[in-house]
């Protein structure tokens, strides 16, 4: 059973910063494209970044270009989300999700899916 479980939320100030975790479980984790995403209140959910199976690929939504850092440890099974310079707007819950890395668009085609952790950004 595929398992994938966020940490790391909680509530900043603007221009503050975060670290998300993403512990992935039953799965053969380098096999697997990681994704983040999120999702604020009345809003679609929406990509933020991804990395691929290895890390030699890293894809991130234009928003957070420049703010936010992939990255993934393939001993610890785990995916990393360091965010930077966090605005209000920003305030939503995140997920992370995963699926077998065909070198394809890494915005979409997710399989598998977390719970969330909240993010929440304080003006």
């Known amino acids: 059973q595929v398992q994938l479980v966020e940490s790391g939320g909680g509530l900043v100030q603007a221009g503050g910063s975060l670290r998300l975790s993403c512990a992935a479980s039953?799965?053969?984790?380098?096999?697997?494209?990681i994704g983040w995403f999120r999702q604020a209140p009345g809003k679609e959910r929406e990509f933020v970044a991804a990395?691929?199976?290895?890390?030699?690929?890293?894809s991130y939504a234009d928003s957070v270009k420049g703010r936010f850092t992939i990255s993934r440890d393939n001993v610890k099974n785990t995916v990393y989300l360091q965010m930077n310079a966090l605005k209000p707007e920003e305030t939503a819950v995140y997920y992370c999700?995963?699926?077998?890395?065909?070198?394809?668009?890494?915005?979409?085609?997710?399989?598998?899916w977390g719970q969330g952790t909240q993010v929440t950004v304080s003006s």
């Open positions: 039953g799965l053969t984790f380098s096999n697997y494209a």
């Open positions: 990395v691929s199976w290895s890390g030699g690929i890293r």
């Open positions: 999700a995963a699926k077998v890395d065909l070198n394809r668009n890494y915005a979409w085609g997710y399989d598998y």
